[in-house]
C-alpha cells in the first residue's frame, strides 16, 4: 500500500475500484505564431466537433439522472458551438492575426463574455457569460490534449477523487459506475455526504490531501465505515477489504429483517422513524427500509435541478408523487431552503462572507413572496392527495414564522375563495438557529410541530461551519450544551402538546440515539439507509433507563464524556 489517508466517514460501505479524478486539469497555453493556418483551423473544428459529441452524451446522461430542463443547459452549450458568427470570428482571428486556435478561442469569447455580462437589467443574458466560459474550457481541453472530467463520462467502475462535490455534482454521479468517493474538502453534514448516504454510495470525505495522493487509475480501497481510503491495497490488504465488504452486507442482509417492523424500544414505547429525501426519486429507498414517513422532504432539490424555476404545477407533481406514494404516512415538505452550499444557477444570489449565515432558506422566501407563494400554492393542492406538512426552514424569530404562516394562509383562502379544495395540513418550524431553541417555549404555543436541525443548529451553536473539515473537531453533537438546548425543545414542544422531531443527522447517531429516546423525542428523521439499524437499536433499548442516562449527560462537562458514558452503559440500557 502507497498509503492512507484519513477523513471523516460520510457514507457506510466498502469500495474497491480505480480512481477517476474529477479535478479541473491546468488549462494553460501560451500564445504562438503560427504559418500554417489551414492546419490550426482543421485543429479548431476538430476540437469543436470533440467537444459537441462530449456533450451529447453529458446531456442525454443530464436527462436520465436529473430531468429534461437540467438537461437543456447542455442544449445551450452545443448551440453556442454551432453558432457560426462565433466560429466565424475566431477563424478570422487565426488567419488574420497568425495565432494559434487557444489565443484566437480565448480572445474571442472574452468579447463575448464581457458583453453579456455588461447587460446587467438582463439576468438571463448576464447568465450566458457562464456558458460561454463553460465551453470555452471544454473546446480548449480538445485543443490541449487534457481530459475534462465529467460525472456524466463514467462508463466504469470508479472511486470519484475530487477537492469537492457540490450537491448537484453529486446528483450526476451514477450508482452503476461510481462504486465510492473521496474528497479533500467538506464535513459529515455536508450536502454531498447527506447525498451519498441516500444514494448509498461509501465516501469518505475531508481527508485533506486526495487529489494530491491519488493518481488517475490508482486502485482505492473507500472504507466509509471508518472514514479512510487505501491507496495501491497490496492483494492481502484487497482480500481483508473484500470480506469486511461481505461482513457489512450481511448485517445489512439482518437489519432487512425489520423492514415492516414497529419501531418500539424494548420497553413498548413507540417511537416514528421516518426518512429524509431530496427529489421524489429518493422515495424507492424510503419504502425499501420501512420508514414511517418523510420527515424532511429538502424541496430545494426540485430547484436546483431545474434550469429555471420550477412552475406550479412541475411542483405540485413532484409533491403529489411524494404524498401518493407514501400512502397517507405523514410527508414533510420544507419550503425552499436555497443559500449556503445550495446554490441556484437562476437566481444569482449576492457574493457574501458567511454564506451560511447569510442570505437563505426563509429569509429568500419572504424576500422572493412570488416564489415563495408559488411553492405554497402547489403544497396546498398537494395536500389533497395525502398526509402533506409543511415547514419552514431557518427560523430565527417568531416574526419570521408568523409572517410566513400569513403568507399560507392567503394563499390557502385564495384556493378555497376559488373553489379548491385543500387538505389539513400541519404548519412547523425548523429549529436549527439557537435563538429559536432557547425560545423554543414561545414558538411551541403557535406551531404544530417543530423539528429540530442539528447539522445547522450545531454549526450555529459551536460558531463552525459545517463544510469546514478544518473546524468539524466542533460538531459535537453529545456536548452537553447541544443536549441541553435539545431537551429544552422536546419538553417544550410536549408542554404544549406538539410533536418534537429531529431531522439533522443526530437522529440517526447511534450513539444520540439512546439519548433523544431518553428525552422522549417523537419522531427520528433520517438518511432511509440509516433506519433499519436504528429500529434494531430502539428494539434492544429501555426508555426508562434511556431518560436516566439522560440526566446523568446533561450534567456531564464535555462531548467525550458524554460519548463514553453512552457506550459504556450501552449495555446496561438493553
Ligand atoms: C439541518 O440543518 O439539520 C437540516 C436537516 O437541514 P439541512 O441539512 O438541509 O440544512
Ligand atoms: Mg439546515
Redesign the pocket.
Known sequence: MKKVLKGIAASDGIAIAKAYRLVDPDLSFSKQTITDVDGEVQKMQDAMDASKAELEIIKSKAKETLGEEEAEVFEAHITILSDPEMIGAINKEISDQKVNGEQALTDVTDQYISMFEAMTDNAYMQERAGDVRDVRKRVLSHLLGVELPNPALINRPVIVVSHDLTPSDTAQLDRKYVKGFITDIGGR?S?SA?MSRTLEIPAVVGSGDATKTINEDDVVIVNGLDGEALVDPTDEEIAKYEKKEQDYLKQKDEWEKLKTAETLSKDGVHHTIAA?IGTPQDIQAVLDNGAEGIG?F?SEFLYMNSAELPTEDEQFEAYKSAVSKLDNKPVVVRTM?VG?DKKLPYLPLPAEMNPFMGYRAIRISLDRDDIFRTQLRALLRASNFGNLWIMF?MIATLDEFRAAKAIYNEERQKLIDAGQKVGDIKLGI?I?IPAAAVLADQFAKEVDFMSI?????IGYSMAADRTNERVSYLYQPYNPAILRLIKHVVDSAHKEGKVAAM???MAGDQIAVPLLLGMGLDEFSMSATSILKTRLLFKELDSKKAAKLVEKALQAQTNDEVKNMVEEAMDSLK
Open positions: 453534514t450536502h447527506i429524509n424532511l429538502r431552503d449556503g426552514p425548523m436549527e436541525g442539528t447539522n445547522d443548529l431531522c439533522g443527522e
